[in-house]
């Protein structure tokens, strides 16, 4: 039997890693927001396409004319846009089909389809990491195994549920690193591809030697304006992704300056420029449109400082790694000055605006809000990473350069909201932290103590991912409310007492953290005995006043019973479960 090609096998396990992991999530999908963020980023996709530009009496932030408008960059709405059109189309049919429905199209489909935004982004991810890692040494079993244990025992999974920007960041991050990664690696494959047959010796050398010149620089621009492109698309998505490129912009650097001569990778540098430029102009109109000038960033008015002073330092460092290219005695002392500066800014930062101990300590170690309590599947990250060091200098530096990035440099209260599953801004990160623990993959062989010791972080990390899908986190922060205004023996009247009262209590104390009460939550669902929660206290922030659902919370539940669309949605998730299981013996055949 002829064994197909290792690139086919690798293309054909990656797309049955998307299938799967689409079919799966589609099936653990709620069909509906969770928050406000996400409401807000469709509700201005329905405003802009109906006319209105991006302004809405619900939001928050003022805007041109005195009008409220949005107060978040415009890709996960740009994003969106097929999902949205999906829904339009649906609900033109079911007019045409059942003119009398008892439904209305019209509020359901649009945001309905919308909602499953990070499904696909979600089991993009996970495919592409696949080939991420394939592509840096790992055997092929075992970069499916990674990519299985990212999308099923990480926060990759819940997140596929919300409309929140991190899953889209996390895809459009990770493919930048991978083209950054590319830029030492294609440039080896395009020097050994074939070139076309000469008429003498010395025209052989010629032309191989010119083909192969060619071949590499143009690998290189594309892996570079690529990464590049990648990384614009995180901004658009996601404001506070931009602390990020000063790691980036170093790596980049590193890897020009490992696979080309400092004069060639000079010059492949001003592939770059066009899509930052175009991103600027993007980002300037929008803020023009929205407020009337062009420099607004960052969520609010507060985090103006943060934002302006990420992008000096983020300018400061790429203005080094450039100088330090280009070796020439006449820019020494203005190369060591800018390395001084960025360095003074950084201190000055952390002096200025600093993200806290407190808030080091909680994405670190609290119950409420650990990497390490929702995603346990990093313990294998800390535990490997002294190897991964050894064997990925400059990947594992740069893993560390992001998580501290984002560790050091967000605003403080951004990490201490508990309406949020988790450390959800760590989201973004999830792909580059998980990828230490690649050394715990290799198939090298074992104790039987430390696979035992792998094998139950992965079912723990699985199991909370299981508890964090199955039953509504709406439901989990209205019963923790509840919880603490019985404790107060007072209502929660506003955001501010909730804010006081229960997110420290969600974050710091174990028997209120997220993953007790969603315990809670589903033991309550599993035996039918519903807490009472008043709707006078149902959470503020989420901005999503539901009664409690105490159900499932899949989508097909809510929709099982309804006469119109019973039957369909039996089959669509029969259909869904069938399609994960073949795509999944797919893999792991």
């Known amino acids: 039997m002829i064994r197909p090609p290792l690139t086919f096998i690798k293309k ?10 689409t079919g799966l999530y589609l099936l653990t999908a709620g069909g509906h927001f969770y928050n406000q963020d996400g409401y807000f980023k469709y509700l201005t996709l329905d ?6 530009g991006p302004f809405h009496p619900r939001f928050f932030t003022p805007g041109l004319g005195g009008r409220m408008t949005t107060s978040f960059p415009p890709g996960t709405s740009i994003w969106m846009l097929p999902l949205y059109l999906a829904g339009k189309a649906v609900m033109a049919l079911v007019l045409l089909w059942n003119p009398s429905a008892t439904i209305n199209p019209a509020l359901f489909f649009s945001p309905f389809f919308v909602t499953f935004l990070n499904v696909f982004f979600s089991a993009g991810l996970c495919a592409l990491f696949f080939t991420g890692v394939f592509r840096m040494g790992m055997p092929l079993r075992s970069s499916l195994g990674m990519a299985l244990c990212l999308g099923l025992g990480t926060l990759v ?10 899953p889209q960041a996390a895809l459009f991050l990770w493919t930048a690193f991978m083209s950054f990664y590319g830029l030492r690696t294609d440039a080896k494959i395009a020097s050994s591809t074939a070139t076309p047959p000469p008429r003498n010796d010395e025209e052989a050398d010629h ?23 990648w990384l614009c698309c995180a901004v658009l998505t996601k404001y506070e992704t931009i602390f990020l490129w000063p790691a980036f912009a170093v790596y980049g650097f590193y890897s020009l300056k490992k696979s080309q001569p400092v004069g060639r990778a000079r010059d492949l540098i001003f592939a770059s420029v066009p899509p930052q430029l175009l991103t600027a102009g993007l980002l300037i109109l929008w803020n023009y449109w929205r407020t009337g000038h062009g420099w607004t960033f960052g969520h609010y008015g507060g985090y103006l400082f943060s934002n302006l002073w990420g992008w000096g330092i983020a300018m400061a460092v790429l203005a080094g790694a ?35 101990r407190g808030e080091v300590y909680a994405v670190l170690f609290a119950p409420g809000k650990s990497l390490f309590v929702f995603s346990p599947l990093l313990l294998l990250t800390a535990a490997g990473y002294p190897a991964f060091l050894k064997r990925f200098r400059a990947e594992a530096l740069f893993t560390a350069a992001l998580f501290f990035s984002y560790l050091l440099f967000l605003p403080p209260t951004l990490q201490s909201a508990a309406w949020q599953w988790g450390p959800r801004f760590f989201v973004s990160l999830i792909p580059f932290l998980f990828l230490p623990a690649c050394v715990f993959f290799d198939g090298a062989s074992e104790s039987l103590i430390k696979r035992s010791l792998k094998i139950g972080v992965i079912l723990l990390s699985f199991g909370v991912q299981i508890l964090a899908v199955s039953v509504s986190y709406l439901d989990t922060f209205n019963y923790t409310s509840q919880r603490v205004s019985d404790d107060f023996n007072r209502p929660l009247v506003d955001f501010q007492i909730e804010r006081k ?40 922030k989420t901005n999503v006043k539901k009664p409690q659902n105490w159900k499932w919370d899949f989508w097909w539940v809510y929709l099982w019973h309804w006469p119109e669309l019973s039957g369909r949605v039996r089959l669509t998730a029969i259909f869904l479960a069938l399609l994960a299981l073949i795509s999944l013996a797919r893999v792991l055949r």
């Open 12 to 21: 054909h396990a990656a797309l049955a890693l998307f299938i799967f992991f």
């Open 47 to 52: 405003q802009i396409f109906n006319g209105a």
């Open 157 to 166: 999974w819940p997140y596929s549920k919300f409309c929140y920007s991190e």
């Open 207 to 229: 032309r191989k030697a010119a083909h192969e010149e060619v071949l590499s620089v143009r690998a290189q621009q594309n892996n570079l304006s690529h990464a590049v492109l």
């Open 322 to 356: 450039v100088l330090y290219l280009w070796k020439r005695p006449a820019v020494s002392g203005i190369h060591w000055g800018i390395k001084l500066l960025a360095v003074a800014g950084m201190g000055f930062y952390l002096w200025a605006a600093p993200a806290g």
């Open 501 to 540: 009262a229960v997110f420290p209590r969600m974050i710091e104390d174990w028997s209120y953290a997220p993953l007790t009460m969603q315990t809670a939550v589903l033991r309550s669902v599993l035996t039918g005995k519903n807490p009472p929660v008043p709707r006078e206290t149902l959470a503020f």
